[in-house]
C-alpha cells in the first residue's frame, strides 16, 4: 500500500502547500510550517532486516528511499538503575555523528536533496551542525554552518573535518539564529528548528521505544528540552501508534531544561501562549541553551496532551548526574546529563513511579565536549 505524501500545513492558518518544492516557512505569513500526521505503522510494517530507522519506511515520508542513512536510529535501549529504580537509558548518542540529531537531519537531508537542493545554511550550538555537515558530505550538498563562538570547539572541528563552512558568531544562540536568518535569502535555510522533515526524522525515537518495550509505549518519556525536537519528535511518534490502534495511551513526556535557560518552563508556568522573553544565564549545558522557542505551542502541546511535564534543574545537579553517568559507563555531554537530574526529581516527588517503566534520552556523546567536562568533573590530564 502506497504513502499519502506529506503536505506541509501552516499550524496557525490551516493553510497547506505540496512538499514537491521545500519550505521552510509559510508562504502565506512567513512562520514555521508543520508536516500533515503521518499514517503510523504495525509491526508487520517494519522491515527487520534494516538496522536503521528506515526499518520504518512504511511511515516516513520520503519522496524515494534515502541515497545514505550512515545507520541513523535503531540505537540500543539499555536497561539501568537511578536512584534505586529500574530504568532504561536511550543511547541515541551512539549514532554517527555524534548524537540524536542523526535522525532528524537523515531524513531532512535526504529530503532537501531529492528535492533539488544542493546547498544548505543551518545554525547551531554544536550538535545539529555537526550533524548536518556529516550528511551533507555523505550526500554532497554544499554545507554552511553559523555557529556560536563559544561553542566547543570539538563540535566546530567535527564540523569542518566534514568540509562544511563554519562561520563563528560571537553573541547567544539566538545571535546566531539570526545572522543564519539574514542569509536565507541567498542559500537554502535547512534549519532544524524549522524544517519539519527534520521532527519526520526524530518521530523515529518513539517507533524504536514501541518496538524495544515489546510492541508497547513506555509509562514515560524523559528528555533534554532545548528547542525540543526530541519532545516533539516523542509525541508526533506515539499519536501517530495511537491514532493508529497499537498503543491504548501516550507515554507521559517529561522534558528537563537547565533553570539557566528555560523559556518552555517559564511559558508553561504562566500559562502563556507564545514565547516570551526569558533571562538566560550561561549553562554546561550548552546544547540546550535556546532562550527564544520557535515552536512554543508544539513542545507544550505535547507535555499536556501526554499528561506530562517540564522540569528544570540547576548547574550542580546536572553535574551532580554527569559524574554519576560516568562511573555507570556512559561518557555523554552534559545536556544529556540534564535529563538523569531531572529523571532524579521526578522520582523523588512522585510524578514517576518507581513501578512505572521509564525510557530515558541520553543525546549526546562526551567526545563532543571533553574539555568542559574536564572541567566541570575538576579532572586533570594524568
Not at 12 to 35: C, F, H
Not at 141 to 153: H, K, N, Q, S
Not at 234 to 259: M, T, V, W, Y
Not at 292 to 320: F, K, M, N, Y
Request: glycine letters at 10%; hydrophobic letters at 40%; charged letters at 20%.
Amino acid at each position: 500500500m502506497s504513502i499519502e505524501p506529506a503536505r506541509y500545513i501552516n499550524p496557525r492558518s490551516g493553510a497547506t502547500w505540496p512538499t514537491t518544492e521545500p519550505l521552510w516557512k509559510a508562504p502565506d505569513d512567513g512562520g514555521y510550517v508543520n508536516l500533515t500526521p503521518g499514517p503510523g505503522l504495525t509491526p508487520h510494517d517494519i522491515d527487520t532486516n534494516e538496522h536503521s530507522l528506515w526499518r520504518y519506511a512504511r511511515a516516513i515520508r520520503l519522496p524515494q528511499p534515502p541515497a545514505v542513512t550512515l545507520g541513523a536510529g535503531w540505537t540500543p535501549l539499555l536497561a539501568a538503575e537511578w536512584d534505586g529504580v529500574p530504568v532504561h537509558l536511550k543511547a541515541d548518542y551512539l549514532m554517527v555523528s555524534g548524537s540524536f540529531k542523526d535522525r532528524g537531519t537523515m531524513v531532512m537531508l535526504n529530503y532537501l536533496k531529492q528535492t533539488g537542493i544542493s546547498e544548505i545554511l543551518e545554525d547551531s550550538s554544536g550538535n545539529a551542525g555537526a550533524s548536518a555537515a556529516t550528511y551533507a558530505a555523505a550526500l554532497g550538498l554544499a554545507c554552511r554552518i553559523f555557529v556560536p563562538a563559544a561553542a566547543p570547539e570539538a563540535k566546530k572541528i567535527q564540523m569542518a573535518a566534514m568540509g562544511a563552512d563554519v562561520v563563528a558568531i560571537d553573541g547567544s544562540r539566538d545571535d546566531v539564529a539570526d545572522a543564519a536568518l539574514a542569509e536565507s535569502a541567498d542559500i537554502f535555510y535547512a534549519a532544524h528548528n524549522h524544517q519539519p522533515f527534520f521532527l519526520e526524522g526524530t518521530k523515529t525515537l518513539a517507533f524504536e521505544l514501541w518496538e524495544q518495550f515489546g510492541f508497547k509505549a513506555p509509562d514515560c518519556v524523559v528528555a533534554p528540552l532545548g528547542q525540543g525536537s526530541n519532545i516533539m519528535g516523542s509525541h508526533i511518534g506515539f499519536a501517530e501508534l495511537l491514532a493508529c490502534g497499537q498503543i491504548d495511551k501516550l507515554p507521559r513526556i517529561h522534558a528537563i531544561q537547565s533553570a539557566n535557560c528555560a523559556p518552555y518552563h517559564a511559558a508553561l508556568q504562566s500559562g502563556a501562549t507564545e514565547a516570551t522573553p526569558f533571562p538566560a544565564k550561561p549553562t554546561i549545558a550548552d546544547g540546550i541553551a535556546s532562550a527564544t522557542p520557535v515552536r512554543l505551542r508544539e513542545v507544550l502541546q505535547a507535555v499536556r496532551e501526554s499528561e506530562g511535564s517540564i522540569t528544570t534543574v540547576d548547574e550542580d545537579e546536572i553535574t551532580a548526574a554527569l559524574r554519576r553517568l560516568g562511573r555507570m559507563g556512559y561518557f555523554v555531554e552534559p545536556t544529556s546529563a540534564t535529563a538523569c537530574a531531572g529523571l532524579s526529581k521526578l522520582l523523588a516527588d512522585g510524578t514517576i513511579g518507581a513501578d512505572e517503566t521509564v525510557a530515558v534520552v541520553l543525546t549526546g556523546s562526551g567526545l563532543k565536549a571533553v574539555e568542559k567536562i574536564g572541567k566541570v568533573l575538576g579532572l586533570s590530564n594524568p
